[in-house]
């Protein structure tokens, strides 16, 4: 989708109206950091995550995380709530050594005030603003769509639906950008075109 090997001349398909983008994986290079919070906090709890099961689970809240590993191992968790502000405290901390995808973020500055743009995610709103501010990008995008927004959470669609309504583009007129295979799916089932940015930029 590209027409160089310059990301910033990515080229969207014919009758795009709009971009959405997801953040942790594809706007900032955060994926390591959350891992390493993920691991430091389970370990405490005695639940393993294996870093293959964490790519697995990209894009699911952390609270739904928790409690889809607690199931997974047996092991049972009391209080849900205070392990997730565990687990967001610890990726906050090193949030000063988050840098972004540097092939993303040229698009989405290629595209500011060109095309609408929203950022959605199934992180938490804290962590997203406070991780966009980060970037210094946050002040691109029309909206932004967090795990406190919709009921459901990727696989299904409800994060982009609810981010090309707030738009105002069709899901149909909207590509999506993605690195995990759950929010691809969620892509898919929104009825938009999508960028596995794993493969764009050559992580997988």
């Known amino acids: 989708m590209t027409s160089s090997d310059d990301p910033a001349v990515w080229i969207p398909p014919a009758g795009t109206r709009g971009l959405v983008f997801d953040c942790d994986g594809t706007?900032?290079?955060?994926?390591?950091?959350h891992y390493r919070a993920w691991t430091a906090m389970l370990g405490r709890h005695g639940i393993p995550f294996p870093e293959t099961r964490f790519y697995e689970l990209g894009g699911v809240p952390t609270?739904?995380?928790?409690?889809?590993?607690s199931a997974e191992s047996g092991v049972p968790v009391s209080d849900v709530e205070a392990m997730v502000a565990e687990k967001e405290t610890a990726f906050l901390a090193n949030l000063h050594a988050i840098r972004p995808l540097e092939a993303v973020v040229a698009t989405a500055?290629?595209?500011?005030?060109?095309?609408?743009?929203?950022?959605?995610?199934?992180?938490?709103?804290?962590?997203?603003?406070?991780?966009?501010?980060q970037l210094g990008i946050r002040g691109w995008f029309d909206a932004m769509v967090v795990a406190e927004d919709t009921p459901r959470h990727k696989p299904e669609p409800d994060v982009f639906l609810e981010a090309a309504r707030r738009i105002?583009?069709?899901?149909?007129?909207?590509?999506?950008?993605?690195?995990?295979?759950?929010?691809?799916?969620?892509?898919?089932?929104?009825g938009?075109?999508?960028?596995?940015?794993?493969?764009?930029?050559g992580r997988e």
């Open 27 to 33: 706007l900032a290079d955060t994926m390591p950091a």
């Open 63 to 69: 609270a739904q995380i928790i409690r889809i590993l």
């Open 109 to 133: 500055a290629a595209y500011r005030g060109r095309l609408p743009m929203a950022v959605a995610s199934g992180g938490y709103r804290e962590t997203i603003t406070r991780t966009l501010d």
């Open 168 to 190: 105002a583009v069709p899901p149909a007129a909207c590509v999506v950008f993605e690195d995990t295979d759950i929010g691809l799916e969620a892509a898919r089932r929104a």
């Open 192 to 201: 938009m075109a999508s960028v596995d940015v794993r493969v764009w930029v």
